[in-house]
């Protein structure tokens, strides 16, 4: 019986580990900025993107942001692990951590004038 409930509590212990956007990020402040991505990373459980934005100052601001899983954004958007390089021009809009760092949780990407991610890929 002991092994049992250990086993059970090893399977469902990760299950309870992952984290929901809600606690983290400031649903109520979408920010849209204008930016140079650096790097894409394209890995399970959220892809990742990482950018810089000019401050309103002229400096650089280095940003991070958390997409949905790559096998969602292919089915939603036909992404590739090379729908964003390094040097690609996007508008990008997220939800903000709540912390108050340079994290948030991404919404919508537009590349060349167009959408390439919007709140349904994001949702996913």
């Known amino acids: 019986m002991k092994t049992t409930l250990l086993v059970l509590l090893l399977i469902t212990t990760p299950l309870v580990a992952h984290h929901g956007t809600n606690i983290s990020y400031d649903h109520n402040k979408p920010t849209t900025m204008e930016a140079t991505v650096t790097e894409f990373v394209w890995q399970n459980p ?10 309103p100052s002229g400096s650089v601001e280095k940003w991070a ?37 340079r994290v948030g949780v991404v919404t919508k990407i537009e590349k060349d004038g167009r959408v390439i991610m919007s709140d349904r890929e994001a949702a996913q």
């Not at 892809?47 to 810089?52: A, G, P, T």
């Not at 292919?74 to 809009?93: C, E, S």
Request: charged residues 20%.
């Open 46 to 55: 959220h892809s990742q993107l990482y950018f810089d934005v000019k401050s």
């Open 65 to 101: 942001g958390e997409l949905s899983s790559p096998g969602n954004l292919a089915k939603a958007g036909n992404w590739t692990r090379r729908t964003l390089k390094p040097g690609d021009q996007i508008k990008v809009t997220l939800f903000p951590s709540k912390a108050g760092t």
